[in-house]
């Protein structure tokens, strides 16, 4: 029975996706029949084999060890701080993000980022059957971050055609940054987080191919992605930290924000109607949360953490989800997980448009017009990652 709805999940999420399609007659099927293959290899290589627990389990070692070494910049200048036994969400989960984006900074300055974003995006556009750009943007989206990856193609930008923007966009929305896998590491089993990452890359491509389909003309396939000015070691380092602090404070406020409304949504829902917000967007997406995978009498509250996802963020959404008493099953955490770890929320809208903008102000009004579009192509990107992950439990 779970392959059946499975399958019509993944089905209904094509339809969804070729329902707003610009180019419907331009779509290449046999490109996402091979992505798609790709997402189930990785999911099942990395959840269900020896091999994949084994690196998943060397990937989470390394980014504990990251975290602990993180954890010793923080208690040295805000140790006093914290209450003993009490675990404080900014510094604990936070402000690592400090740390990793410094490291992030160092190996982007010795060159060994670009060579690894460059040639993994090389082989991802013989897969995906597009341009090379788009396949470098993905891979420098999931290192870099949603906004900084503009950064990195700042040269090509200006000339680049709406279809191919909203791609870079979609690839952006649809994947996280390498600097705040750490807090999420905290908060979700690192293994759907690895697993989310990968799939991702693949997702965003498989959308972006259903809802904005093109092909690239080698002319204009431009790779030459921007170096910068010439920084010296300790610019770079200073530059990436301070970015990182701006990371973790951001969030830091976004978290207080949206937590606090919520709060008050349910206060006030739960004096009206008596059930609270959170609890009707749980109703309302519980359809959607069965459709890929979750069983009937887990739908409800998972659709609730899903919703509050999308409409705050990913962090309020793992907040909830690992301090809640759910009891959910193996296969709703799993789902649940990997739905999570992206950027695909009203809020990453801004950051994107935002970050362009602040490039180049035509291509960041261009992007605020396919704003809500490019929010709906990154959901459904969670949606089919989550629907592959379901299938395999």
Not at 157 to 175: D, N, V
Not at 296 to 316: D, R
Not at 372 to 387: C, D, E, I, P, R
Request: hydrophobic residues 55%.
């Amino acid at each position: 029975m779970k392959y059946l709805i499975g399958i019509l999940s993944i089905l209904v999420i094509y339809a969804l996706a070729v329902l707003v399609s610009n180019n419907r007659k331009n779509i290449r099927y046999r490109p996402l029949g091979v992505m798609l293959l790709c997402q189930f290899v990785m999911a099942l290589l990395l959840l269900k084999t020896d091999a994949g627990n084994t690196g998943i389990a060397a990937v989470a070692g390394v980014f504990g060890h990251l975290l602990a070494y993180a954890n010793e910049g923080v208690n040295f200048v805000f140790g006093g701080l914290l209450n003993k036994g009490e675990i404080s969400f900014f510094l604990s989960v936070l402000l690592p993000i400090v740390f990793i984006s410094a490291l992030i900074g160092i190996l982007q300055h010795w060159r060994i980022l670009g060579f690894i974003i460059k040639y993994i995006g090389l082989g991802l556009s013989k897969i995906n059957g597009m341009g090379r750009l788009e396949s470098y943007n993905a891979v420098a989206s999931a290192i870099l971050g949603q906004s900084e990856v503009f950064i990195s193609v700042k040269k090509q930008l200006g000339l680049l055609p709406e279809h191919r923007l909203y791609t870079l966009c979609t690839s952006a929305m649809s994947t996280v940054s390498m600097s705040i896998i750490g807090a999420y590491m905290v908060m979700l089993e690192p293994r759907y987080v690895v697993t989310a990452l990968i799939l991702n890359l693949f997702g965003g491509f498989i959308m972006a191919s259903l809802i904005n389909p093109y092909q690239v003309n080698p002319q204009e396939d431009l790779l030459d992605v921007r170096e910068g000015e010439k920084q010296s070691f300790f610019e770079v380092l200073s530059e990436y930290i301070l970015d990182g602090f701006k990371v973790a404070v951001i969030v830091g406020a976004m978290l207080i924000g949206f937590i606090a409304l919520i709060a008050m949504a349910n206060a006030i829902f739960t004096a009206l109607f008596g059930i609270s917000f959170q609890d009707i967007l749980g109703y309302l997406f519980s359809p959607l949360a069965f459709l890929i995978g979750v069983p009937w009498h887990e739908a409800v509250q998972a659709g609730s953490l899903m919703a509050t996802k999308i409409v705050s963020n990913e962090f309020v959404a793992m907040l909830n989800f690992s301090q809640g008493d759910f009891n959910f099953s193996e296969r709703t955490v799993a789902i649940i997980s990997v739905f999570m770890v992206s950027f695909a929320n009203f809020s990453s809208i801004g950051i994107i448009v935002g970050a362009i903008k602040a490039l180049d102000s035509k291509q960041g009004n261009t992007a605020a017009r396919f704003g809500l579009k490019l929010l709906y192509g990154s959901t459904l990107v969670s949606f089919l990652n989550a629907t592959v992950v379901g299938l395999l439990f």
